[in-house]
């Protein structure tokens, strides 16, 4: 162990010398276990100071039974000239106190013929250790498979044996492949031996796309962790498994229930909506309806329009949270776009006795985008202003651009938004307490959709601080790059 690089021998001075300065505890024995150096280190792991230790035999501080196998240790290691370790060896300390220690016997030639070192080094402190990761290990809610560098299975838990269906005297020795089905294990093996050659902490099967195989054969979903394990035997690699089986099965259900929502939402509220309002629509051209009956209808009128925006804004949200929001972006001009928002809103504006405006460049702004959802956008942004500002208050969109972005502000002299967070204001069903407060109609979707449609144009929606008391909504989109 301290030999010389050259397998020159020592000179007695010079190993001496490195004994008593060596950081681990440390004693030089004859060839029959009698000890000639000690140092400090040695001395405090076993309670005998250091000059007593001279003369006194390494067996003198194990059991009685371990003697004569000491002895022979010793002297296999002198004649052999190979290093021994002894695990987990009990040692008595000159308190009374057992320890237990790893002890590493080493040959080492010098000009004075063949002595030993020994290095003793506290094995409780690690099988303290050792015993609070199994703990651990145990008391994991996943099933943990410990494999080393080579794929073979050093360790498992009860969750892997209740999970996978083999004991654990079946697992431990097998390559972890038996855990894989015959049609990935290829392909798993590649993987393995790539993730050796840089280990890191990596999650897999997220995609929910990874499968497991059972000791009967039958496979399951599953999701897995990976975690690089350095230990003084080598790299070990920590697999923890996850089975999502009950978790696909309630996708699959959440799926369904999305499906005949949709389907309800669709054929069972849209489609008479629509009827209704196509109904009104001639009613409202007949001669003979008094101005009463004309009233009556358009109260009629505004309620269904008000459900059907409603049923359209649950429709758009479920296809959201379902696959993201789809346009078709072609090319468009926005100016005419805003323009066609605020005639659409001005009738809703009158009723409620707002004075609503306009401001535009008073040309083409071209921009890629859909015209459809980015009016849907619009729309909701001209609601909810015309919704919370108060009779005789006013409404403006503004439209501005520069060469490289357009920007869209609704501006209203409404109550404002108060002392809450304007990033809440676009969280679904989120209602503002004045909101509630005044009982003003809305389900909190109108602004999370508009969201939605600005993002999916790769543009920001925002309430910035107007000059003025209400509240400004402020949308910027980028515009094509040959816009001047």
């Given at each position: 162990m301290l030999q010389a690089h050259d397998d020159r021998p020592w000179e007695r001075d010079a190993l001496t010398a490195t004994v008593r300065a060596s950081p681990e505890a440390m004693v030089l024995c004859d060839a029959t276990g009698a000890i000639l150096v000690a140092n400090d280190a040695a001395s405090a792991l076993v309670g005998v100071p250091v000059s007593a230790m001279t003369g006194m035999t390494i067996t003198e501080f194990g059991r009685d039974t371990m003697h004569d196998f000491q002895r022979t240790m010793v002297s296999a290691v002198t004649v052999n000239q190979v290093e021994v370790t002894v695990r987990d060896c009990r040692v008595l300390r000159a308190d009374g106190e057992r320890l237990h220690l790893d002890l590493t016997v080493g040959p080492v030639s010098t000009s004075d013929g063949p002595l030993v070192t020994v290095v003793m080094r506290d094995a409780g402190e690690k099988q303290q250790q050792t015993k609070l990761f199994r703990g651990l290990l145990e008391a994991a809610p996943d099933a943990m498979v410990i494999v080393d560098r080579s794929g073979v299975i050093t360790l498992v838990n009860a969750q892997a044996e209740?999970?996978?269906?083999?004991?654990?005297?079946?697992?431990?020795?097998?390559?972890?492949?038996?855990?894989?089905?015959?049609?990935?294990?290829?392909?798993?093996?590649?993987?393995?031996?790539?993730?050796?050659?840089?280990?890191?902490?990596?999650?897999?099967?997220?995609?929910?796309?990874?499968?497991?195989?059972?000791?009967?054969?039958?496979?399951?979903?599953?999701?897995?962790?990976?975690?690089?394990?350095e230990t003084d035997e080598g790299l070990l690699v920590l697999a923890a498994v996850r089975d999502?089986?009950?978790?696909?099965?309630?996708?699959?259900?959440?799926?369904?229930?999305?499906?005949?929502?949709?389907?309800?939402?669709?054929?069972?509220?849209?489609?008479?909506?629509?009827?209704?309002?196509?109904?009104?629509?001639?009613?409202?051209?007949?001669?003979?309806?008094?101005?009463?009956?004309?009233?009556?209808?358009?109260?009629?009128?505004?309620?269904?329009?008000?459900?059907?925006?409603?049923?359209?804004?649950?429709?758009?949200?479920?296809?959201?949270?379902?696959?993201?929001?789809?346009?078709?972006?072609?090319?468009?001009?926005?100016?005419?776009?805003?323009?066609?928002?605020?005639?659409?809103?001005?009738?809703?504006?009158?009723?409620?006795?707002?004075?609503?405006?306009?401001?535009?460049?008073?040309?083409?702004?071209?921009?890629?985008?859909?015209?459809?959802?980015?009016?849907?956008?619009?729309?909701?942004?001209?609601s909810n202003a015309i919704e919370f500002t108060p009779?005789?208050?006013?409404?403006?969109?503004?439209?501005?651009?520069?060469?490289?972005?357009?920007?869209?502000?609704?501006?209203?002299?409404?109550?404002?938004?108060?002392?809450?967070?304007?990033?809440?204001?676009?969280?679904?069903?989120?209602?503002?307490?004045?909101?509630?407060?005044?009982?003003?109609?809305?389900?909190?979707?109108?602004?999370?959709?508009?969201?939605?449609?600005?993002?999916a144009h790769a543009g920001s929606i925002e309430v910035v601080a107007g000059e003025d008391a209400g509240t400004t909504f402020r949308m910027t989109f980028p515009l094509r790059s040959d816009e001047a």
């Open positions: 209740q999970m996978f269906g083999y004991e654990r005297s079946e697992l431990v020795g097998q390559q972890v492949e038996v855990l894989v089905p015959d049609r990935y294990a290829g392909m798993h093996m590649a993987f393995r031996q790539g993730y050796v050659t840089e280990p890191q902490a990596r999650p897999m099967g997220l995609a929910g796309d990874l499968r497991a195989r059972r000791k009967d054969g039958s496979e399951l979903p599953v999701e897995i962790t990976l975690s690089p394990l999502i089986s009950e978790r696909r099965r309630m996708q699959e259900e959440t799926d369904r229930v999305k499906d005949d929502f949709f389907a309800t939402v669709s054929h069972e509220l849209r489609t008479p909506l629509t009827s209704m309002i196509g109904y009104g629509e001639l009613m409202g051209d007949l001669e003979e309806l008094s101005p009463q009956g004309q009233r009556f209808l358009s109260v009629i009128m505004r309620s269904a329009e008000r459900e059907l925006r409603l049923v359209d804004d649950l429709l758009t949200l479920v296809a959201i949270e379902e696959s993201g929001l789809s346009i078709r972006a072609t090319d468009i001009d926005l100016e005419q776009v805003v323009r066609d928002a605020v005639e659409a809103g001005r009738p809703r504006a009158e009723e409620a006795q707002l004075s609503l405006s306009l401001e535009t460049p008073g040309y083409a702004v071209a921009m890629a985008g859909d015209r459809d959802r980015l009016g849907q956008a619009l729309d909701n942004l001209l009779a005789g208050g006013r409404v403006r969109v503004v439209l501005r651009h520069t060469a490289s972005q357009a920007q869209i502000d609704v501006v209203d002299t409404g109550v404002g938004i108060g002392e809450e967070d304007p990033q809440q204001l676009f969280e679904r069903l989120f209602r503002a307490p004045t909101a509630v407060a005044q009982q003003t109609p809305g389900a909190g979707l109108g602004l999370t959709i508009a969201l939605a449609i600005v993002e």
